[in-house]
């Protein structure tokens, strides 16, 4: 089994703490280790014959570095695609690589900026779904909704046929209305769209030239497989690859069209870590729900349900409630936390003020 | 004319920009220069003969540094209580010291922490009230109130005698209750005592010995008169003053029994600047209401009417409205606007927490 982690996003929803050379994934918010080092973590146990972590440029500098520790632990590679195409070219990319390998290689495929707070749950589903990838199925891990979140992605399975899962794909549902997302957490088909995948290299390679094969064809004549794990002599190749390989979700490209697509439904404590305000859910709060992250300490006087990131200072709150606040040493964020997601409209504002040395 | 600035607040109020060694009246809130420093600005085109600062130890040597640039124009004083004992031993000493060199010299007192933004106004006032001091009367300058404040005294002018100030007072009253406070500022016989007072250094040291003996005694045979204004040959003896002199306010010790109290109301765009609340009133906001102070720059979305000191950072408000936002490199500070007196309980807490070398 192969673990490949999508790490190249640029997650401007956690400025003014993530930035352009040091996103989301490679941040320290939960505790010393990022989120990118607690997801290599968190598969070691499965023991993966290797993990390929797929990043951009910018990133992979600050990657390497993060991955050194885990390299007596299990072999580590790191691949940095030239510019963004989305999930596609980089699922295809690293298939091409496991299965010029290995060309019954079983991959896992996980974002690198999720949040699992039950790890020997996680570790169970994967060893589960892995079982049926060998068996030929697209497997989707699908989350147990916990709200009628309309931001995410939404799985329907099919559960007549079986009693126990995986269950067939009925169909992917992109970002439902509200009334929608809340008829689908009343059901129990519905799961949400984690970005988890598993499946053999050869299996997503094939359905690739069948639904989407302008993204699939380039990859073709990629041969990594020359028993020598040294993928920076792919670079150049993979550069000219992707100066004209369309952009495309995975989901768009693949599974909303497949056949052999099957969920799993999985209940293990998952966050997207989405923006700050889904930090309360999985940080230790105080009686006040104040979530202090890297503070000398804090100050309440009557505030309460706040998060506050000010690292080394004492922060004082008075009377406030349902604020984040993020300090940094060039810039100081203060947001109501259901308005956590217009964070990305102060990072263009700055794009737009000539203030890039902030992003 | 000689002018004595009260200046050893330790304005709590303004933490975490204020500290012991570095209290309100020696911040740079306003601009570069600090409230003290713009308190002698104010005054030396009066031409005073002298101004004699009183401040604490652990002051005096800040008060020293920023008092320089001014000897050229005005010989300035500096002495330091060996402890706070509220403003009556304070201004009995500093009458002491000025009668001792001119026996009828006029000394007008003025707070170190006031905002006043019509500075001709007050000095037309001040020069008034010299006028009157000559004549014996222990002038106070009385505020024309804006709004029904709490938290001030007010003075009861009678006006019954004479169409044109200054007015004898009928009486000083401390802290009314809302529907007093609304009352007074209704009728045009209540001033806010601003702190502000001129007399004779002759006049108060009688109005001391009459009304509060036991304070006046002690400093009766401290004779500074000997031409030379060496006020550090002065502080072993005040020392020993002050270890045992009563801690009075002038307002309770003298002007709520003297009989030659009278009144000069003054509207001159003053304020206390008491806490963080105030600053809106005397610093210029943006178009949303934001007061920023020594930030790189605001970046707004949906914020309004907050006030933010950042030096050198961006700060960016999303959502936010009736804030106050203080960053240092120790401590931050995020507090609702109406809560700004509620500071004083943060500093409160760190003295109980040990954090100490906060304050």
Redesign the interface.
């Known amino acids: 089994m192969y673990v490949v982690i999508l790490a190249g996003g640029s997650g401007t929803r956690f ?2 703490l993530s930035r352009k050379k040091s996103p989301k994934q490679l941040m320290s918010i939960i505790g010393g280790r990022s989120m990118l080092q607690r997801t290599i973590e968190r598969v070691i146990p499965l023991a993966p014959r290797r993990i390929l972590i797929v990043t951009n440029q910018a990133q992979a500098g600050v990657t390497e570095e993060q991955i050194r520790l885990y390299r007596s632990a299990v072999p580590v590679e790191v691949i940095a695609e030239p510019v963004g195409r989305n999930t596609a070219p980089a699922i295809a990319l690293a298939a091409r690589i496991i299965t010029s390998h290995d060309p019954t290689g079983v991959m896992v495929v996980l974002p690198a900026d999720h949040f699992i707070r039950n790890e020997e749950g996680f570790r169970s589903v994967i060893a589960e779904a892995c079982h049926h990838a060998a068996n030929g199925w697209l497997v989707t891990i699908g989350i147990t909704p916990t709200r009628p979140e309309t931001g995410y992605g939404y799985i329907e399975a099919d559960r007549s046929s079986r009693s126990l899962p995986p269950f067939p794909v009925r169909r992917f549902v992109e970002k439902p209305p509200l009334e929608k997302a809340m008829e689908y957490i009343q059901s129990d088909s519905f799961s949400w769209n984690s970005g988890m995948f598993v499946w053999r290299g050869s299996t997503i390679l094939d359905a690739l030239e069948r639904h989407a094969p302008d993204i699939a064809a380039p990859f073709a004549p990629l041969d990594a497989g020359d028993g020598v794990w040294d993928l920076s002599d792919l670079e150049p190749r993979v550069a000219a690859i992707y100066g004209s390989v369309r952009s495309e979700s995975i989901d768009y490209a693949v599974m909303e069209k497949a056949e052999n697509v099957c969920v799993i439904p999985a209940d293990i404590g998952w966050s997207d870590v989405g923006s700050w305000s889904a930090l309360p859910e999985i940080l230790p709060a105080d009686h006040q729900g104040i979530v202090a992250i890297g503070t ?2 804090v ?1 309440s ?2 505030a309460a349900d706040s998060v ?1 990131h ?1 690292p ?9 409630r349902d ?1 984040i ?1 993020v ?1 940094t ?8 936390i ?3 997601q ?2 990305r ?2 990072v263009e ?2 794009e737009q ?1 000539g ?1 890039g040395d ?1 992003l």
Do not use: F, T
């Open positions: 400025w003014p000398r300490g100050v006087i009557g506050v000010a080394g200072k004492v922060a004082a709150l008075v009377g406030v604020l606040v300090d040493p060039d810039a100081l964020l203060v947001a109501r259901d308005q956590a217009e964070v409209k102060v504002r700055l003020s203030d902030l």
